[in-house]
């Protein structure tokens, strides 16, 4: 009788190897350390207007082809609405509103139609823009790993213009990093999937749902249909080793679970006390422990009327760098509007205090729509200091691979090497990789017993 394979963390990494696993008949345990699943991904109820907030707005595009069949298989992809046409709409500090829509033309028709029509750029930006795309689709070169986006961007000539007002928000909505710091290879790795693949794939993903009920309910339900069993407020402490192989894991409170295989899906800051100590010297990853993360500041507003036309309105050029308009996206009957506005890569606003951030998001508002009341009646602030790890050429060199040299113990999650950014889409992959390879190794296949000797 065998083990079931026992997933660490409760993020969306581990429900996408919880769920991969549980849909091909192999039992899981699945252990949180908080009382709730979905770890940077959740929503909750704010007491004062009891309207469900998430921690962070997510965007998904609807080249997440891992994402949307997750959704699928889980029952929760209606929950997600795709634009019929990719579309942004910025706003310019001189330019006021523009647009930037990619025809249904075929690649890369799409995007030279679509940089040649757009308003947010000169005509001479243009030409450059042009230049840029051409050299996206260029095959990968090695010098560019060395680089960041920005030396990239210096050595396509593009100008200081368009490096502030499409490089750089762009690169922050998909890295959660400034161009002076992020990663160019991860970067360009992300545009050639979503610009240069159909004109399809750069169309937004907007959930209509919290992210818990769009990412979590589902997916738990799903584990647990199928026999498996999802386990929150378990902190997992300690792995069992036996020379090269993980027995099992050890909680808080003593109990050891067995184990055919384990899947650590956590953050990498806290990989540093799971890591078996012979793992710690044995390896490079320790250094990983030392990337720093990044944070991301969301301070919601509620007004007394939705003034807002747009769904989500990208920045140009001030603090606030996307406004999402909750009651266009997710169709709540609440009172009057409610903004959720974003800082990301905020290094500089995630110490400021409340008072401070709701003023400035507030000033950010009105700067945009100058009819909106300069006081909301509520807000509230989220700060996620650890929102993602800083994805640079220096840390895209530590992040490990899925398998470790203990033979079933796997590495899942957002940092870990799957040439994208910290995103949902990364997680996923991650996920639905390390069940690949602890699918080959465990002989508990079909066997639910495996899950009740374990003492679950
Ligand atoms: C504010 C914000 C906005 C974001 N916006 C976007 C976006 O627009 N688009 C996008 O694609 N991505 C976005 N992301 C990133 C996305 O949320 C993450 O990439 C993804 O959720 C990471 O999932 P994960 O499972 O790898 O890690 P996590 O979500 O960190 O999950 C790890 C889990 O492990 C648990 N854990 C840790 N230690 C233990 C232990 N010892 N025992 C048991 N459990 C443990 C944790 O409690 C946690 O639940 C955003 C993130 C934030 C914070």
Redesign the pocket.
């Known amino acids: 009788m065998s083990a079931p394979v026992v997933i660490?963390?409760?993020?969306?990494?581990?429900l996408a190897a919880a769920v991969d696993l549980t849909t091909r008949a192999i039992p899981v345990l699945l252990?949180?350390?908080?009382p709730k699943?979905?770890?940077?991904?959740y929503s909750f109820v704010d007491a004062d207007t009891g309207e469900v907030v998430d921690?962070?707005?997510?965007?998904?595009i609807a080249g997440y082809e891992r994402t949307l069949r997750f959704l699928e298989r889980i029952g929760a992809r209606d929950r997600l609405t795709i634009q019929p046409q990719p579309q942004l709409v910025l706003h310019h500090p001189q330019r006021g509103f523009c647009e930037f829509t990619l025809p249904k033309l075929p690649s890369p028709l799409h995007l030279i139609a679509g940089i040649l029509s757009s308003n947010l750029f000169s005509f001479s930006d243009r030409i450059k823009l042009l230049r840029a795309g051409a050299a996206i689709r260029r095959r990968a070169d090695p010098t560019i790993d060395a680089m960041t986006i920005e030396r990239w961007l210096n050595s396509i000539g593009q100008s200081t213009e368009l490096k502030r007002s499409f490089w750089e928000p762009l690169a922050i909505a998909i890295m959660n990093e400034h161009i002076a710091n992020a990663s160019a290879t991860i970067f360009l790795n992300a545009l050639r999937h979503a610009f240069l693949a159909n004109w399809r794939n750069a169309a937004l993903a907007i959930p209509r749902v919290g992210l818990s009920e769009l990412y979590v309910d589902n997916a738990q339900a799903c584990i647990e249909s199928a026999g498996s069993v999802v386990r929150c407020n378990?902190?997992?402490?300690s792995l069992v080793i036996e020379g090269d192989i993980v027995r099992g894991v050890t909680l808080r409170d003593d109990e050891t679970i067995e184990a055919a295989a384990v899947i650590l899906?956590?953050?990498h800051f806290?990989l540093d006390?799971?890591m078996p100590p012979a793992w710690r010297g044995e390896v490079e990853h320790a250094r990983l422990l030392s990337v720093p993360s990044v944070p991301?500041v969301?301070i919601h507003l509620w007004y007394q009327r939705d003034f807002m036309p747009h769904e989500v309105v990208g920045l140009i050029g001030r603090r606030v760098q996307w406004i999402f308009n909750k009651r266009k996206i997710t169709r709540e009957c609440g009172v009057g509007g409610h903004l959720s506005c974003v800082i990301s890569g905020a290094r500089d606003f995630v110490d400021l205090s409340n008072d401070e951030l709701i003023r400035i998001a507030g000033e950010d508002v009105v700067s945009v729509f100058s009819h909106a009341s300069p006081t909301p009646n509520h807000a509230l602030v989220i700060r996620?200091k650890r929102?993602?790890f800083s994805s640079s050429p220096e840390s895209e060199k530590l992040r490990p691979d899925h398998r470790t040299s203990f033979r079933n113990l796997f590495l899942?999650?957002?940092w870990t090497n799957t040439g994208l950014p910290?995103?949902?889409?990364?997680?996923i992959m991650?996920g639905e990789r390390c069940a690949g390879l602890a699918m080959r190794l465990a002989a508990v296949k079909g066997d639910r017993r495996a899950c009740r000797q374990a003492g679950v």
């Not at 921690?55 to 998904?60: I, S």
């Not at 378990?234 to 402490?237: E, F, G, K």
Request: hydrophobic share 45%; glycine share 20%.
């Open positions: 660490v963390g409760g993020g969306i990494a581990g252990l949180e350390q908080k699943l979905g770890g940077r991904a921690n962070g707005q997510h965007v998904l378990a902190d997992v402490v899906a956590v953050p806290r006390a799971l991301i969301s996620e929102a993602t899942a999650g957002d910290a995103t949902i889409e990364g997680a991650s």
